[in-house]
């Protein structure tokens, strides 16, 4: 007696289609899983065992194999449950066979036979469509996030009885069907907004560059100055998601298994906050089973590292490669996985240890060498990959208590979008969407500066003591402000402008 039954396997974020082929012959009794399963996969055999125990089908006691087909590729997890239960029922003929076609199964089984959640149903969905299957049939926690796929019928269910039941037409399930549109018109109504921020004007002005562009900054200035209120309200100026891009989210939190069950598609830009003790693998992604890092997890949205000298060297020097290549490639024993990582970096830091250098307030405490030491955490490779400095002085107290109305989020982004949109259009025929991601070609076609800038820029180059790795990053803001102001040309203001965003390159001239 011979079955197959299709799943999919996940390989980082990319699905491949499984042949589960099961063989149940005379002979000992004997139960074995071949075709590369690692221990996971190999463990599911007493689940299963027990599951269909449990459902009320004699176990056979004859020799089953069941070969997972490709061969070649690792199979891990507990998604194999569900199409292993499958193949044993059809091969006993527990199943009508022709009501197995054109179906994918997904998903854990439990000892008493209910149908467990998994991780990384979407990814697995993407690729059922890709190969023309008609349904599939998973855990019924899982069946929102599958049902953003269109034209796929998504059957979502409890137990293997129901499974069996519904296979052999004794009972029916509605296909699960979400509406994508009501989701993403859904206004967000939670909490905060810049407009709960009082002055502050330059920041919010620089922080609306940042999110025009898509630049990374650094937010610097003394404790209480309202760097974490700040920056955790950036999300909310941030151009709205398309649906290409929230798929590319909703996958990397679908295989991470912090998706909520009840939403299915995430609508917003994510905002990752990870504490400054983090491991490495936490941030770039990795581990046996490999998991995606916080990197990914801001994919498409926002990195916030608050406290930025605080972390460990080594977990910022990692984050070299992916600010540059947009991905992160981990390498594994057998293979290599590619997460995605195309994140926006804010990060805030005190000027000093004692956090008032250059205050107004208070004298700085700190010596020339444990600031140079402070600073030294932070590594030029890293700091080069970032374009705005933006120093914040605490709000003064007739500012805190002033009862005019400060501008909302809203209002700042309609002029985020507006920028964002010139960009598309300006960069529709690259594989670029922001100035952020300006190649040095690309910079020289698109940011050029007339006579009167090119002098303006040699000056401050000459005053202001700026590096060269200043350079290109003046220029990349400066076309974004051009942007914002709706100019074709980067003019004199918006050059200067973009100067004083390179507060760190110069700051430290006089203590140093
Ligand atoms: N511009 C501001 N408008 C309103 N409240 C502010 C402002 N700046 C600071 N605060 C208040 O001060 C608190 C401390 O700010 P915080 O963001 O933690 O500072 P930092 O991270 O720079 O140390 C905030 O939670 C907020 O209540
Ligand atoms: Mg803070
Ligand atoms: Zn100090």
């Known amino acids: 007696m011979v079955s197959s039954i299709k799943t999919?396997?996940?390989?980082?974020i990319e699905g491949n289609l499984v042949e589960v082929q099961t063989d149940i012959t005379g002979g000992l009794p004997a139960f074995e899983i071949v075709g590369l399963p690692d221990i996971s996969v190999r463990e599911s055999k007493e689940r299963i065992r027990a599951a269909i125990k449990n459902s009320g089908i004699d176990f056979p006691s004859r020799k089953i194999i069941i070969n997972l087909a490709p061969a070649s590729t690792r199979k891990e997890g507990t998604s194999y449950d569900l199409p292993i239960a499958m193949g044993i029922l059809a091969a006993l003929g527990e199943i009508i066979k022709e009501n197995l076609e054109n179906t994918i199964f997904i998903g854990e089984v439990s000892l008493d036979g209910k149908i467990n959640h998994i991780n990384g149903v979407l990814p697995m969905c993407i690729e059922a469509k890709n190969l023309g299957i008609?349904?599939?049939?998973?855990?019924?926690?899982?069946?929102?996030?599958?049902a953003v796929i269109k034209n796929l019928e998504i059957i979502g269910v409890n137990s293997l009885n129901e499974v069996m039941d519904y296979l052999n037409k004794k009972i029916d399930i509605e296909k699960t069907t979400v509406d994508i549109q009501n989701i993403f018109s859904k206004k967000e109504k939670e909490g905060l907004d810049f407009s709960e921020v009082k002055g502050q004007e330059n920041v919010k002005r620089a922080l609306e560059i940042a999110a025009a562009g898509g630049h990374n900054c650094l937010l610097i200035g003394p404790p209480g100055a309202g760097k974490t209120m700040i920056a955790k309200r950036i999300p909310t100026i941030l151009p709205d998601l398309t649906f290409e891009e929230s798929l590319e989210v909703t996958k990397i939190h679908s295989i991470s298994g912090i998706l909520d069950s009840n939403i299915g598609i995430i609508n917003k830009r994510p905002f990752r906050n990870p504490h400054h003790t983090i491991s490495q693998t936490a941030m770039i992604g990795g581990g046996r089973i490999p998991k995606p890092g916080e990197i990914s997890l801001a994919h498409n949205g926002v990195l916030f590292l608050d406290e930025l000298p605080e972390f460990n060297r080594d977990t910022l020097e990692v984050l070299r490669g992916p600010l540059e290549d947009k991905n992160i490639t981990i390498s594994r024993l057998y293979s290599k996985v590619i997460y995605p990582s195309n994140?926006?970096?804010?990060?805030?830091?005190?000027?000093?240890?004692?956090?008032?250098?250059?205050?107004n307030e208070k004298e700085c405490q700190c010596s020339k060498q444990s600031i140079e030491k402070y600073l030294n955490k932070i590594s030029g490779p890293l700091l080069d990959r970032i374009d705005l400095h933006v120093e914040i002085k605490p709000v003064k107290y007739e500012k805190l208590n002033d009862k005019k109305g400060e501008e909302s989020?809203?209002?700042?982004?309609e002029r985020v979008n507006k920028a964002r949109k010139i960009q598309h259009e300006r960069y529709k025929n690259s594989d670029i969407f922001s100035n952020s991601k300006l190649t040095p070609k690309m910079i020289e076609k698109y940011c050029i500066l007339n006579k009167e800038c090119r002098r303006m820029l040699e000056l401050a180059f000459n005053k202001l003591g700026l590096s060269a790795r200043a350079y290109t990053r003046i220029l990349k803001v400066s076309r974004t402000i051009a942007?914002?102001?709706g100019k074709e040309n980067i003019e004199k203001e918006h050059l200067a402008e973009a100067i004083?965003?390179?507060?760190?390159?110069?700051?430290?001239?006089?203590?140093f």
């Not at 004083?500 to 006089?510: I, P, V």
């Open 409 to 413: 989020s809203i209002q700042i982004k």
């Open 483 to 485: 942007d914002l102001n």
């Open 500 to 511: 004083q965003y390179r507060s760190l390159d110069r700051k430290y001239g006089d203590k």
């Open 134 to 146: 008609r349904r599939v049939i998973l855990p019924k926690s899982n069946k929102n996030e599958a």
């Open 8 to 12: 999919i396997s996940l390989n980082g």
């Open 343 to 359: 994140f926006m970096l804010i990060a805030s830091m005190n000027p000093c240890p004692c956090g008032y250098y250059g205050s």
